[in-house]
């Protein structure tokens, strides 16, 4: 018996489906600019990540705008293999997919700061390469063929008139299915965690719902900035807060044995328990960036602690207050900025010396 109650009532062929797979489009193109954002978190980089500005995906290397070199990616899930027509052809607006990409660099003020311009494409490319029978996740300038080279050059010529495609430019099969690329990238997050904070307990779903919705809040801004600050705080999604929402969902393993010594401590410098409680959360963040943070300001500063803590037991002070104030006093400029009040340096000091045993 069929089941009546059960029966759609919208059931029919929809009209228009195409608004469905454009969203599907640029969703896949947020989650290929998370995937890259795990692969540079897990090598500890520092880096950006700006989506819809100037091109579909911009990373920067870097938080500060002086040292920041960028990469421009045009990010593209077309169903067809990517010939040399469909790379050259005139669009409705007059340019080519190439010529768009090359574009948004092309004799602008950055780009001798572009590294990398890529476009990436999920459906592979078949372009003429000078060795034969290979096929290449990553084809660069050097690896096409001179016919193919010359049939590149002599359309963008009369497209740009630009004599020669940049260095820079690579052709980019991603490693990213753009089938399921919702569950790979929790899987990709899990994966992270675990390599950064062995048999620790996380939430890799709220991670991953946390930072895919901040890109797409990030990427729907259209305001310009003029100030480097700005444009982070608007636009970008940063290193330092991606490892910040790890962080808030993640609890290593030894936070047990941790929070003893932390205790201990704070307790033989004869601090009250709501003092304690204030200490403990701040405590809690440097741990965390501490582990998590391969800047090198963040190096310096254990460097710092570290020498510091050892020259003072070296020289027979046995008082962690003396111990406390002495470092403190010692400190850099530079050092010092990284924290708001002296507690929160303080807090920093009983972490690195904690980690030391």
């Not at 003020?109 to 490319?125: E, G, M, R, W």
């Not at 010692?330 to 807090?347: H, L, M, R």
Request: net charge neutral; proline share 2%.
């Amino acid at each position: 018996m069929a089941d009546k109650e059960n029966e759609n009532p919208l059931f029919e062929s929809q009209r228009e489906k195409s608004g469905a797979i454009t969203f599907d489009k640029y969703l896949y193109q947020y989650h290929w600019a998370l995937y890259k954002v795990i692969s540079e978190h897990d090598q500890k980089n520092e880096y950006a990540v700006f989506l819809e500005f100037h091109e579909d995906v911009v990373f920067s290397d870097s938080l500060t705008s002086q040292d920041a070199k960028f990469e421009f990616n045009q990010v593209k899930t077309n169903s067809a293999t990517f010939n040399n027509y469909q790379l050259v052809k005139n669009l409705k607006n007059g340019r080519s997919i190439l010529g768009k990409l090359i574009e948004s660099v092309n004799s602008k003020p950055y780009a001798d700061k572009i590294t990398s311009l890529n476009l990436v494409c999920t459906s592979n490319f078949n372009l003429e390469l000078k060795k034969k029978d290979v096929e290449l996740k990553i084809i660069r300038k050097e690896d096409l063929s001179d016919n193919q080279l010359k049939k590149l050059e002599n359309a963008l010529k009369n497209e740009l008139s630009i004599s020669e495609l940049p260095s820079t430019l690579k052709f980019i099969v991603p490693d990213l299915s753009k089938k399921d690329y919702q569950k790979i990238l929790v899987g990709e997050i899990s994966s992270l965690i675990n390599r950064l904070y062995p048999e620790s307990y996380f939430n890799d779903e709220s991670i991953y719902r946390l930072l895919i919705d901040e890109l797409i809040r990030k990427g729907k801004v259209t305001y310009d900035f003029t100030k480097w600050d700005e444009l982070l705080k608007n636009k970008a999604l940063t290193s330092k807060q991606v490892t910040k929402v790890i962080n808030d969902f993640t609890n290593l393993k030894d936070e047990a044995k941790i929070e003893i010594e932390f205790n201990n401590i704070c307790s033989e410098i004869g601090l009250k328990s709501l003092q304690v409680k204030k200490l403990k959360r701040s405590f809690d963040r440097y741990k965390r960036q501490r582990i998590s943070n391969n800047s090198t300001l963040q190096k310096d500063t254990t460097i710092f602690f570290v020498d510091q803590i050892e020259n003072a037991i070296n020289s027979g002070i046995t008082d962690l207050i003396v111990l406390i104030d002495r470092i403190y006093n010692s400190a850099s400029p530079k050092i010092k900025k990284q924290f708001q009040t002296k507690d929160e340096f303080s807090t920093a000091l009983m972490c690195e010396y904690i980690m030391m045993n």
